[in-house]
């Protein structure tokens, strides 16, 4: 399983974009990157995932290199709702039936 | 939006004590999944469970735990004696697994306290 490393914590204001960037220096071929986030006492909630490029939601954008060893998650003017905490996944999928390892994620503070 | 639903929202046992943490998962999901998560630390998978057997259990998954579908919509977990540690929040999560895509859905979970 490829090695994830964020940073621990960020902080921004409403209506800012916040970049968040996650190293992976060791992704496999048949990675995908994910992106989850998780509110206080909530359960994690997928926001994201991709392979390479670049992936655009409602929600958020995720930018991919060639090389394919970083991502980062990019939320468009954030608000203060957006304080949670944002977890990197890297791993294979293989059509069904994959756990998910979570690292320890980037705390997001937004303040007015 | 469907949603995976977890009860009770809290629990509080007594160490030595059976506790069962009760899921609904999605209706047409495939794939069903116990995390937890210590205060302040990461969220640890526990078990998936497939085709109403369990596909994979983490080394914290031991003989104390268990997991059970015991009709077509619920999905339980159940700690056999609880110990002071196992105090945390349990995930509840499903995933409908037939895509590339790894989107799970997540339960509010269920805060146990082992007093």
């Known amino acids: 399983l490829a090695k994830t490393t964020q940073p621990i914590s960020m902080d921004s204001y409403e209506g800012q974009e916040v970049n968040i960037t996650c190293s992976h220096n060791?992704?496999?071929?048949?990675?995908?990157i994910t992106w989850y986030q998780q509110f206080p006492s909530q359960g994690p909630r997928f926001i994201i995932q991709?392979?390479?490029t670049k992936v655009t939601n409602e929600v958020a954008s995720l930018f991919i290199p060639a090389d394919r060893k970083s991502s980062t998650l990019s939320l468009p003017r954030v608000s203060l709702s957006d304080t949670a905490v944002y977890y990197c996944l890297v791993g294979p999928i293989t059509g069904g039936g994959n756990k998910l390892t979570f690292g320890t994620g980037t705390q997001l503070k937004v303040e007015l | 939006e469907p949603e995976v639903t977890q009860t009770p929202s809290h629990q509080v046992t007594q160490m030595g004590q059976e506790v069962i943490l009760r899921c609904v998962p999605i209706?047409?999901?495939?794939?069903f999944y116990w995390y937890r998560q210590i205060l302040g630390q990461k969220v640890e998978f526990l078990v998936s469970?497939?085709?109403?057997?369990?596909?994979?259990k983490s080394e914290i998954f031991d003989d104390q735990f268990s997991v059970e579908r015991p009709d077509g919509s619920n999905f339980t977990l159940k700690i056999r004696s609880t110990k002071l540690e196992d105090s945390a929040m349990y995930f509840c999560a499903s995933m409908w697994g037939q895509t590339l895509n790894t989107e799970a859905f997540f339960g509010q979970g269920t805060r146990l306290t082992v007093v």
């Open positions: 991709g392979y390479k």
């Open positions: 060791n992704i496999a071929t048949n990675d995908y």
């Open positions: 209706s047409n999901h495939l794939y």
């Open positions: 469970f497939y085709n109403n057997e369990i596909s994979e």
